[in-house]
């Protein structure tokens, strides 16, 4: 079967394409290598792979692409809120106006897997546990553009919606900007970590599970289809404090309480992935494990290049 993985050398992309190739899939990826230019060379040896680079705004190539593609996982996108702040109209084409043409032009037949975000959920109501029946309240325009595109799919066939918990993990596109791994890169360099609003509750998810779950829906698809699920760890419901006092017990670090000032991003929320699980989806890594490979993976590259901002 022939997958079309939009936003394909991404932190995500890059990772999921070894997994699809590895099950017999033939990938085509595309990206415009805004990022991280070298994320894919890992599979030019393979004759499942294709790379195309080029736009997703670019309806004739898009077309063509769809038109040879039986799965189509859209992950190109404007990610966190600095980066959509900076350039709200790439935000709003990209994040939303791409997907909507997707669910619109795609088969009826053509499966879709569309990673959405918890940051859907904005700030949860009196801490109670957000489900994927709970009302969406995005802060951001990167919230705002997700939700909405996720709406586009919801009303068409032969789809399955992820809301991704806050990513963490090596991968061959590298993230600093997300909390876990952030908060692990600072501790290396200068074993202090200043906390602003501590209680804030953020859901988390390794890397590879992230993957996983999109091959646990390919595998079950006719079980899982037409839906919406969340997708992380439901061990992993913690605020920053905690966070940092897990990385304090790998590494030295001084944990500063700030008094003053706040943090821009304002999420806290509490998020259940029961319905996933329910269907047999479990993580397979911890916060631990992830700590541990971050500090190997820091040994190797430190560039604040590999940041979303």
Request: aromatic share 10%; hydrophobic share 35%.
């Amino acid at each position: 079967m022939n997958v079309l993985v939009t936003g394909g050398a991404g932190y995500i992309g890059s990772e999921l394409i070894d997994y699809l190739l590895k099950d017999g899939y033939k990938v085509v990826a595309i990206d415009n290598l805004m990022y991280d230019p070298t994320s894919l060379l890992r599979y030019t040896n393979d004759p499942n792979f294709t790379f195309i680079k080029g736009d997703v705004r670019n309806v004739a190539l898009m077309t063509k692409l769809m038109n040879d593609a039986d799965i189509v996982i859209p992950l190109a996108a404007l990610v966190g809120f600095p980066l959509c702040e900076d350039d709200p109209r790439s935000a709003q084409e990209i994040n939303h106006d791409v997907n909507t043409w997707i669910a619109q032009t795609k088969r009826e037949d053509q499966k879709v897997i569309y990673p959405c975000t918890n940051s859907g959920y904005g700030v949860s109501v009196d801490g109670s546990v957000c489900t994927e029946e709970s009302p969406l309240n995005p802060i951001s325009l990167y919230g705002r553009t997700k939700v909405a595109a996720e709406k586009e799919y919801q009303k068409v066939d032969n789809h399955v919606t992820f809301r991704l918990a806050t990513v963490f993990g090596p991968g061959s596109r590298m993230r600093t900007d997300l909390l876990v791994n952030n908060f692990v890169l600072k501790t290396l360099r200068e074993r202090v970590l200043v906390l602003y609003e501590c209680e804030f509750m953020r859901n988390y998810v390794h890397l590879h599970d992230v993957c996983r779950g999109f091959m646990f829906i390919l595998d079950n698809w006719e079980e899982c289809k037409n839906q919406t699920y969340n997708l992380g760890n439901d061990e992993l419901n913690m605020n920053k404090l905690q966070l940092a006092e897990k990385i304090q017990q790998h590494l030295p670090l001084e944990i500063i309480r700030a008094e003053i000032n706040s943090d821009p991003d304002t999420r806290d929320y509490i998020v259940s992935s029961d319905k996933i699980y329910n269907k047999g989806y479990e993580c397979a890594y911890d916060l631990d494990d992830g700590i541990r490979q971050l500090i190997t993976a820091y040994a190797i590259i430190e560039s604040p290049w590999y940041a979303n901002y």
